[in-house]
Structures are given as C-alpha cells and as structure tokens.
C-alpha cells in the first residue's frame, strides 16, 4: 500500500470476534483505521451488539477473502491456529498477523506486567492486580483476564497493566516489550498447536523474555525442570529474580527453615509466613512468590503486601468451594483444562475425592495422575462425549468408573457415590468445547447442579 496515503484509508482486518477482536476493533477505529470483523462462527449476541453501535463492519459464519487480504495488517484471535487456511493466505501474502496485545501495545506507555506459564496464571495475575492495586498504583488486569487489553488502552488511561499471557498471544507479539516478564511453569499443554513437541511450546512461553533489556526483569520458577533446560542456553538481559521452595534464592524468593516466605529484592526484604497466605497448597506458594517479587520489584510496602497476601479471594472456576451437603464437600475447578492443573487440584485435597473428569482431550498424558488418583480416588464420574482414553488410563486404579452426559448428570452421579467426609472434585482436565460454551459454562452449569441436589 502506499505509503504516503492517510492511515484512514488503511485497511485493518480482525479475525475473530470474541473478547480480544471486538476490543481490537474499538480501538483500531479509535485509531482512524478502515476496520473489517471477520468470523469463521456465529458471533456472540453481545458483541454483535457492540460492533453494530459502534458501526464497526462485520461478517459472521465465514471469511470474504477480498476483504481481509486487502488489510495493511490482520489482528487474530488467540483461539485461531496458525494452521488456518485463511491465516495461511494471509503469511503467503507477507501480511503482519499479530495478537491484540501486540496491537493494544502500540498505544500506551503503561508498564507491562506480563505473567505466562502454563498453569497458575489466572490465579497470579489476579494476585498482583489486587497487591498492586491496594498499594496505591493505577493499574489495570487484562490479557485473558476481564475486559480486553485493547477496549482498555481504547478507554482508561492507567500508568501499569497486569497481562495475562498465553502461548497462542505470545506466537504473535514481535515488538511487544514486558517490564516485568513471569514465567510460572512449563508442563505439556495445548500440544497440538506445536506439532506435539514440548520444546516447541517452551519456546513460545520464552517469547516473554524477548525485546527485555537490562533495566527489565525476568521472574521465574527455579525448580521447574522445562524452564531451567531452556535457561540454561538462553541469553536473557533482563535481571533475573528466580523463586524456589527446594532452595535458598540470594536475590528473588524462598522459603526458609521454618516455612516463611521470603523475598529479597533491591536489598529490600519481605517475610510472610505460608499460614497466613490466602492461598493454600503447594502450587500457590509459587504464585504468591511470583505475584510477591512483582510487588518488590514495584517497590510496595511490606504491610501493603502482607494484608493483599492474606485477604485475597481466589476466581471463580480455580478451586472454588461450593459449599457442603450431607457432610460431602463440593468443589468446581472448572478451570482445570489440562492434566497439570488437575494434579494440583489432587494434591491439595485432603479428603477422599469422587472425581469429575473428561471433555475434550488435547492427546492428554494422563500418567501424572495415577499415583494421586491411587491414593486419594474412590471413583471417576466422566463428563465427556469421548470417554474411552479416561477408561483405559485409570481401570486399574479406581474401581468405579461411570459416564455422565451433562453437569446435572455428573454432579447427581458423584453425589450418590459420595459418603460423608468425602470431597466431589470437578476438576476435567480437558477442554469443554463438546459439551459446554467454555469452561466458565461448564463451571456455572456444575454449581447450579450442585444447589439442585
């Protein structure tokens, strides 16, 4: 295109119209661009609602080839492979496909708090969202989290942002920059978009640390195996702040002999005891640590975070207690979309658990689960079309093995096998595309199940 006409006669195409494109679309117009919505599905009522205020042109259920290929740029849902013919089309063409937030992060000076990993990230960002926003700063939560980062940068005007990051966002960001990268974990996840290779992935989940310079910081877990295999040939510039439970960090956060928390950043020092953080289980120390560092980092005061630690509620969908009936526990975790998270929702449990698994499987190695499931496992409720990979991991080890149809179905099921002093653990490790919206639908329809009971 020449590149001497007016940027409202440029053309800028977004593919997919959930949360990130509409948001994307708001804020490209915002910018005097020409913007085109394409989906390949239905368009959700709501945000067919908002695009036609703010007469933003759309098309649903299929792509018009001649209006995308003619866009200076294509912003693409994070949901959309790269594997996608009209994506494909579009690198043919040489035209940028890049994420929201690579687009939203061209218009804001705000400093970027980028969390990523592959569990814990929702839990973590929404931590250090409520320490930094307790502390005082003007910050905002988004990525994948809340309210698009681009409707926000298009509406508020805040001086720091906590990011939610995925993999599949991070594949599109190039010039993007965090102030604050933090990788949680590294566990296989979401394989099929990275030719089933775990590395692959783990390359993807480093793309956090690129455009990083000396004045940025790199926060990172110590103990997790992928991450230090790909560390260790890696040249980061940011200053790196690890954290640890196996052993003692100089500069980042440990736990010390008597089961403190501690940080150690710029010579300023934080102690907490893991008692008195909100988030129990081994898996939080991690991401109190995290969202912690972040707050030194920021320079917060010790009381500030103390109080932020000790009082925050957990999300909807992550370990959530639904209450008790009869004595058995009720617990939706939702969220849980991959076998990594459902480990960690077993080893937290301290009762015997009835287990709701299934949906839509990513090739899951469920082997991880086994020793758990042994142990802590009376019976597994599936909740899936396709539950014959659930079967065959887990006959040996759990006696009752029942298939349920819907979250009305499973929850009644789990109940009957329940006893007093037991625990019904929704916790899929998979997807939910084949039975539900997402997986907050999934949840939602668990726990209106459960007050039905």
């Given at each position: 295109m020449n590149d001497n006409k007016n940027i409202s006669t440029q053309r800028l195409a977004i593919l997919g119209a959930g949360e990130s494109g509409v948001g994307a679309a708001y804020l490209a117009q915002q910018q005097g661009y020409d913007v085109f919505v394409s989906d390949f599905g239905a368009i959700a009522g709501h945000y067919k609602q908002q695009l036609q205020e703010w007469n933003i042109r759309f098309e649903e259920n299929g792509h018009t080839e001649?209006?995308?290929?003619?866009?200076?740029?294509?912003?693409?849902?994070?949901?959309?492979?790269?594997?996608?013919?009209?994506?494909?089309?579009?690198?043919?063409?040489?035209?940028?496909?890049?994420s929201e937030i690579e687009?939203?992060?061209?218009?804001?000076?705000?400093?970027?708090?980028?969390?990523?990993?592959?569990?814990?990230?929702?839990?973590?960002?929404?931590?250090?969202?409520?320490?930094?926003?307790?502390?005082?700063?003007?910050?905002?939560?988004?990525?994948?989290?809340?309210?698009?980062?681009?409707?926000?940068?298009?509406?508020?005007k805040y001086d720091y942002y906590v990011l939610e990051i995925s993999s599949f966002m991070l594949d599109n960001m190039y010039r993007f920059k965090a102030d604050i990268g933090v990788l949680l974990n590294i566990t296989p996840d979401h394989l099929d978009r990275y030719d089933y290779k775990l590395e692959n992935y783990a390359a993807s989940k480093f793309r956090i640390t690129q455009n990083q310079g000396a004045d940025d910081y790199f926060i990172y877990c110590a103990d997790d195996a992928?991450?230090?295999?790909?560390?260790?040939?890696?040249?980061?510039?940011?200053?790196q702040l690890p954290f640890s439970i196996e052993k003692k960090i100089e500069e980042g956060a440990y736990l010390d002999d008597d089961n403190n928390l501690i940080i150690n950043v710029h010579q300023e020092h934080f102690q907490m005891s893991i008692n008195e953080l909100a988030l129990q289980g081994k898996h939080n120390i991690y991401n109190s640590m995290a969202s912690g560092i972040v707050a030194k980092v920021l320079e917060l005061r010790n009381e500030t975070?103390?109080?932020?630690?000790?009082?925050?509620?957990?999300?909807?969908?992550?370990?959530?207690?639904?209450?008790?009936?009869?004595?058995?526990?009720?617990?939706?975790?939702?969220?849980?979309?991959?076998?990594?998270?459902?480990?960690?929702?077993?080893?937290?449990?301290?009762?015997?658990?009835?287990?709701?698994?299934?949906?839509?499987?990513?090739?899951?190695?469920?082997?991880?689960?086994?020793?758990?499931?042994k142990q802590k496992v009376k019976a597994i409720v599936c909740l899936g079309k396709d539950n014959k990979r659930i079967h065959d991991a887990f006959e040996e080890d759990v006696e009752v093995i029942v298939n349920t149809m819907s979250a009305a179905e499973a929850a009644q099921v789990a109940y009957h096998l329940a006893t007093k002093g037991d625990t019904v653990l929704l916790s899929p490790a998979c997807a939910s595309f084949d039975?539900?919206?997402?997986?907050?639908?999934?949840?939602?329809q668990f726990k209106d199940a459960v007050k039905e009971l």
């Open positions: 001649t209006e995308i290929l003619s866009a200076i740029e294509v912003v693409k849902s994070p949901g959309i492979p790269d594997k996608a013919p009209m994506v494909k089309k579009l690198v043919e063409k040489g035209i940028p496909v890049i687009f939203a992060g061209r218009y804001t000076d705000a400093k970027m708090i980028c969390i990523t990993g592959s569990n814990g990230k929702t839990t973590t960002a929404s931590l250090t969202y409520h320490i930094l926003k307790n502390g005082g700063l003007n910050v905002g939560l988004a990525g994948n989290i809340g309210k698009s980062f681009a409707y926000q940068v298009a509406t508020e992928e991450t230090k295999k790909v560390i260790e040939g890696k040249l980061i510039s940011a200053k975070m103390r109080e932020s630690m000790g009082n925050f509620r957990n999300i909807e969908h992550r370990l959530e207690s639904i209450g008790k009936i009869s004595g058995i526990s009720f617990i939706n975790d939702s969220k849980a979309t991959n076998v990594n998270s459902t480990w960690y929702a077993l080893e937290s449990m301290t009762s015997d658990v009835i287990l709701i698994l299934g949906g839509v499987d990513k090739g899951n190695d469920y082997s991880m689960l086994k020793p758990l499931v039975l539900f919206k997402n997986y907050e639908d999934r949840g939602r």
